[in-house]
């Protein structure tokens, strides 16, 4: 089945399979949901990532973190932001603080897929992909 946004369909398998409280997902792999799935391992919120299957049926297998005895998931939410009918683009000086730095903006730049922190660091701009904390 086609999918017109892989973003929203990434973050939402991720969200599921935490509510389900699944030892891992399985995302379908291009090259921005592997940049995506890279920050989320960099922050901590998964614990690894790795491609499987070969041409068209290439995919993701994200390994998810959970946290105590009754395993609560690492992520509370993902909200995708910018969408194709609506994007949403801040400038260095605009760029979003998720609850106040608790949680990351995963934000599109001209120098690649990062957070909110790493590109006011940097002092670019881009399109804010989605919030997770």
């Known amino acids: ?26 995302v379908p792999s291009t090259k921005l949901t592997r940049s995506i799935a890279k920050v989320l391992q960099e922050e901590g919120f998964i614990a690894e990532f790795a491609e499987a299957g070969e041409g068209v049926s290439k995919h993701l297998r994200i390994a998810l973190k959970y946290k105590g005895k009754n395993r609560s998931p690492i992520i509370s939410k993902l909200q995708r932001v910018s969408r194709p009918g609506l994007r949403v683009y801040k400038n260095r000086k605009e ?39």
């Open 95 to 133: 760029l979003p603080r998720v609850l106040g730095g608790i949680g990351i903006a995963i934000i599109s730049t001209s120098h690649g897929i990062m957070t909110d922190r790493e590109a006011r660091r940097q002092g670019v701009g881009g399109e804010v992909l989605c919030y997770v904390w």
């Open 1 to 26: 089945m086609a999918v017109n946004d892989t973003i929203a369909d990434m973050l939402t398998r991720i969200r599921n399979a935490n509510l389900a409280r699944h030892q891992t997902t399985q």
